[in-house]
């Protein structure tokens, strides 16, 4: 499955000019609000029209200003799940599930497609049959709104910010389910969100909005690791994002182990597994850097690289990457520390990073 995008609108002040491709997996489109995101995902559902460009799903173009192609909402086999769940209040949840699978059956002229059963028994749905909309959570009704999108057997998924009105609980509870519907079903995702946790947890590649345009495009980790384009679209908690594997774990303090290829983090993360795999995200501002090891410190984490750069931006602050063990690890350090180490390229550093600094594991990676 291949998505291929190249679209142009003007929105007011705004001017969406967006080109990119992404496979199969889970695309997260990432960006501050207003950046045009929202209305991406609508040109490619078909809820909004370009003013010029092309659209492709698959291979087979589904908008093309070239030859006057527009094809219908309806029939782009497109699932769309939004903010709010939308789920009919009239309905009980099995009605509301049975609806997506009559749109299937009505396209398709038989069911194709992920089956009721099974899609009831991957969102853990099955105690909430018949129940009314009004009487589920926030959490339960978004699982519920995905079941009904993916009975109507799309060939792609979008939503859009499905978790924003959820409180953090909440979306931890939902975020494992996205993930595994992805891995279940293999329906290919384009994810709207801001949250770079969120974009951690279940995508594959990152697709970096900036006033309408792509600034970026490529693998999560890659992407991630760039501070200059995380700022250029308007987050400024740069920082690594860091593939790992839980290889030991300290119940008496709730520290795990987390192994990588520049050696071991320790976080606390009492709940982890040994031998699961995942992503850990280092924000540059956490981490510290000294010429010497430093001694007798309460930071759990010292690692010794060396720098690889330094950002040439202007200002009171300045990124340096450094390579541990062939990872780099970003540090948000002031220009004045950086003139007093004397930090250039080639230079033999220790880079700090405290355990309850680390943000919350989160994966597969």
């Not at 589920?136 to 699982?143: F, H, I, P, V």
């Not at 792609?156 to 509870?173: C, F, I, S, V, Y």
């Not at 079903?185 to 969100?193: A, H, N, R």
């Not at 405290?354 to 990676?365: E, F, N, T």
């Amino acid at each position: 499955m291949t998505i291929s995008v190249n679209i142009r609108k003007t929105l007011g002040a705004l001017t969406i000019d967006a080109w990119f491709e992404c496979g199969g997996g889970v695309t997260a489109l990432f960006g501050k609000s207003g950046a045009g995101k929202t209305s991406i995902v609508q040109m490619l559902a078909g809820l909004m029209t370009p003013d010029n460009g092309r659209i492709a799903i698959d291979g087979t173009p589904v908008y093309d200003s070239a030859t006057g192609l527009n094809v219908a909402p309806e029939r782009r086999h497109v699932g769309y799940v939004f903010q709010d769940a939308r789920l009919f209040p009239h309905m009980n949840v099995r009605r509301n599930l049975d609806y997506g699978a009559r749109r299937n059956r009505d396209r398709a002229g038989s069911a194709t497609g992920p089956g009721f059963d099974d899609v009831v028994d991957v969102l853990a749905i099955a105690p909430l049959l018949d129940r009314q909309p009004h009487l589920l959570s926030g959490g339960e009704k978004q699982r519920v709104a995905l079941g009904r999108a993916l009975l109507s057997a799309p060939r792609l998924l979008l939503m859009d910010e499905p978790l924003a009105a959820l409180d953090t609980e909440r979306k931890w509870e939902v975020l494992p389910f996205i993930d595994r519907i992805q891995r279940d079903f293999g329906t290919p995702i384009v994810y709207v969100s801001h949250s770079i946790e969120e974009i951690l947890q279940i995508a594959d590649t990152m697709v970096l909005i900036a006033g309408g345009g792509v600034s970026a495009a490529g693998p999560v980790e890659e992407v991630l690791n760039r501070p200059d384009l995380l700022r250029a679209a308007g987050d400024g908690n740069a920082g690594s994002v860091i593939p790992v594997q839980a290889t030991g774990l300290d119940p008496a303090y709730g520290i795990a182990t987390l192994s990588f290829a520049g050696g071991e983090f320790r976080v606390t993360a009492p709940d982890l597994a040994v031998g699961e795999r995942l992503r850990i995200r280092v924000r540059a501002r956490d981490v510290s850097l000294a010429t010497e090891r430093p001694q007798h410190v309460s930071v759990l984490n010292v690692f010794e690289g060396t720098v690889a750069g330094v950002s040439s931006a202007h200002g009171p602050q300045v990124d340096v990457s450094v390579d541990v063990g062939g990872t780099m690890i970003w540090s948000q350090i002031t220009r004045k520390s950086l003139d007093d180490l004397s930090l250039q390229p080639g230079a033999k550093v220790f880079a700090m990073v405290k355990a309850v600094a680390i943000d919350r594991p989160a994966g597969p990676p």
